[in-house]
């Protein structure tokens, strides 16, 4: 996502990985997936050599163009030697990017992943699991340093999942890791540091946040987590459209979700367009991204949140579609701080959240989705660990 070092931060975001060329990168938050990088918005100097047909000579522009005026748009899939197609200015590192670098015999990381491993610091320690946790945090400030290097904006580094109902323990790692980002010259203000959403992880974001470290907070599946996140000062909060809309297909008996849906409304995207209203209507400095987008309509239904993630296949529909100079006025933008000054809250929502009323608050779709999210980072986690202690030693070491 494309974050210029005077914005507020984003950062990509996990996942998968195929040979395509080079390196492919998929940027999902899903167990298969690898890393996510911001676009670029400079689209009219790239699209006559990206491979689509150019609108630049008959005055019209693209709905990628046009959507790009209303909020940032982050692709979810990126080849990286492919720059001039979805030019990327921010990523993220994670446990599941670690893992597709390991598993390709030839990437511009590896050689980021084989220090960690040869490095006497780490080596040193007698006990296996303080080892592996030192190579592993090796491994991701490594990988982030490198890209750190390819983008302009900020790099997000994915703080350890089994931590996220301590408070102080996810304090720890992530200055431990910014000692580590120090030690390589990667300056703060080009860090970001990717949290889950529970209370203990909303706690340990105002309290980095007080410290001017910037932290994003994952799995918002819940106004309750959204606002909670928003008081705490969050950098950057992000809420996952598509999963709740998933859950709300297949179970009942979410009070926030059936509401919505009484009212006519997705409430994935419902969620978005409260949280965004609540933050604007408050003065609180929190960015908000809309991630798990399905179609095309969900974005237009987005249109004005700060970071929308998008498929690369949307992407690739938006660019390919021209938008003649008077129809790309007709995209309205839906979320405006000028329409947040008029939504109206009520005085349970007004609350200072606490760790009781947000537990009390947040339905089963949120308690579900958050664990599960969990779930499936801690094994990524495990995964990196495992596979470490196998091919430790590296070669020459």
């Given amino acids: 996502m494309s974050l210029s070092l005077q914005s507020p931060p984003f950062s990509a975001i996990s996942s998968s990985s195929s040979l395509q060329g080079s390196l492919r990168f998929s940027a999902r938050s899903t167990a298969g997936n690898l890393v996510k990088l911001k676009l670029q918005r400079s689209f009219p100097q790239i699209r006559a050599s990206s491979g689509f047909s150019s609108s630049l000579d008959t005055g019209a522009s693209t709905e990628l163009d046009a959507v790009s005026s209303f909020s940032e748009i982050v692709p979810d899939t990126v080849i990286f030697d492919d720059f001039e197609r979805f030019p990327p200015t921010a990523a993220t590192v994670s446990s599941a990017l670690l893992l597709g670098i390991c598993s390709l015999p030839d990437t511009i990381f590896r050689n980021a992943i084989e220090m960690s491993l040869a490095d006497s610091g780490c080596y040193g320690l007698e006990n296996s699991e303080l080892r592996l946790s030192c190579f592993f945090n090796k491994a991701l400030v490594n990988v982030g340093g490198d890209l750190a290097k390819l983008v302009p904006g900020r790099v997000s580094t994915e703080v350890d999942a089994r931590l996220a109902y301590d408070t102080h323990g996810i304090i720890r790692k992530v200055h431990n890791l910014l000692h580590l980002y120090n030690e390589i010259n ?83 995207l419902a969620l978005v367009t409260k949280a965004y209203n609540y933050i604007h209507k408050n003065g609180y400095k929190s960015k908000l991204m809309a991630a798990a987008v399905r179609n095309k309509q969900d974005l237009f239904s987005l249109l004005g949140v700060d970071y929308i993630i998008a498929p690369l296949k949307i992407l690739q529909s938006l660019k390919e579609s021209v938008t003649a100079p008077d129809e790309k006025y007709s995209f309205v933008r839906r979320l405006s701080p000028e329409s947040a000054a008029t939504y109206n809250f009520s005085k349970e929502e007004l609350v200072k959240w606490d760790q009781l009323s947000l537990a009390s608050a947040m339905g089963p779709a949120a308690v579900t989705l958050l664990a599960s999210g969990l779930d499936g980072y801690v094994n990524q986690a495990k995964r990196v660990e495992d596979l470490f202690g196998k091919i430790w030693p590296p070669p020459n070491v």
């Fill in 186 to 268: 990667v300056p703060p203000e080009r860090l970001l540091f990717k949290i889950p959403s529970t209370w203990q992880g909303i706690e340990a974001s105002r309290l980095l946040e007080s410290e001017g470290i910037q932290t994003h907070l994952t799995f918002v599946y819940s106004f309750a987590q959204a606002a909670a996140a928003a008081q705490a000062g969050a950098s950057v909060i992000q809420i996952f459209v598509g999963r709740i809309r998933d859950w709300a297909r297949n179970h009942s008996g979410d009070p926030e979700i059936e509401s919505a849906i009484k009212r006519g409304e997705d409430p994935g």
